[in-house]
T-cell receptor, first 114, second 115 residues
Framework: DSGVTQTPKHLITATGQRVTLRCSPR?????VYWYQQSLDQGLQFLIQ???????AKGNILERFSAQQFPDLHSELNLSSLELGDSALYFC?????????????FGPGTRLTVT | AQSVAQPEDQVNVAEGNPLTVKCTYS??????LFWYVQYPNRGLQFLLK??????LVKGSYGFEAEFNKSQTSFHLKKPSALVSDSALYFC?????????????FGRGTSLIVHP
């Protein structure tokens, strides 16, 4: 158990809908990272937050947004969903925001868009 | 573009034999390199990292990796493979993107250890 929790575990929704994925980092970790894992794209970094502020952005679509709250939990919002958004979404956390420390990954949320 | 490559989609090895999973990188500046392992239906787990210091890094579960600056490689090794090592292995690097750094992962190598 990494100490990172993600809810829900599974999510099935229809095209055009909006969903919110939630992540609670390990106790004491200030950085949260979001990733998308799919068979064709592999593991893609989406966005990083550090202590409530956006720190780095990867291949995140404009339809996707995220935030980190004062209690350090984070939410990833996916809107206008398309079939191609079906994937595993991982959250990870680390104590620092400098990438010199390993990341601890949650169990993931499997999103299916029908 | 800054990147990391895992040239093998799959590596097959017999139990008890040494294993190597390859990783090469292309980044500017000092590379921060990581190996992670993913078991089915699980999140990634950290194995080891190279930030600075000794080129040979030892990590969890008997794995080690050697940082080779001239060959820009960071291959993962284990002297004696176990069936339980069968999993998906990811190499990752800190890459420059615009004015910030981002984590960049390879596409993963599926390790299959045969009894």
């Amino acid at each position: 158990d990494s100490g990172v929790t993600q809810t829900p575990k599974h999510l099935i929704t229809a095209t055009g809908q909006r969903v919110t994925l939630r992540c609670s980092p390990r106790s004491g970790d200030l950085s949260v990272y979001w990733y998308q894992q799919s068979l064709d794209q592999g593991l893609q970094f989406l966005i990083q937050y550090y202590n409530g502020e956006e720190r780095a952005k990867g291949n995140i679509l404009e339809r996707f947004s995220a935030q980190q709250f004062p209690d350090l939990h984070s939410e990833l919002n996916l809107s206008s969903l398309e079939l191609g958004d079906s994937a595993l979404y991982f959250c990870a956390s680390s104590p620092t925001g400098r990438f010199d420390y390993e990341q601890y990954f949650g169990p993931g949320t499997r999103l299916t868009v029908t | 573009a800054q990147s990391v490559a895992q040239p093998e989609d799959q590596v097959n090895v017999a139990e008890g034999n040494p294993l190597t999973v390859k990783c090469t990188y292309s980044v500017s500046g000092n590379p921060y390199l990581f190996w992670y392992v993913q078991y089915p239906n699980r999140g990634l787990q950290f194995l080891l990292k190279y930030i600075t210091g000794d080129n040979l890094v030892k990590g969890s579960y008997g794995f080690e990796a050697e940082f080779n600056k001239s060959q820009t490689s960071f291959h993962l090794k284990k002297p004696s493979a176990l069936v339980s090592d069968s999993a998906l292995y990811f190499c990752a690097v800190r890459a420059r993107s615009g004015g910030s750094y981002i984590p960049t992962f390879g596409r993963g190598t599926s390790l299959i250890v045969h009894p």
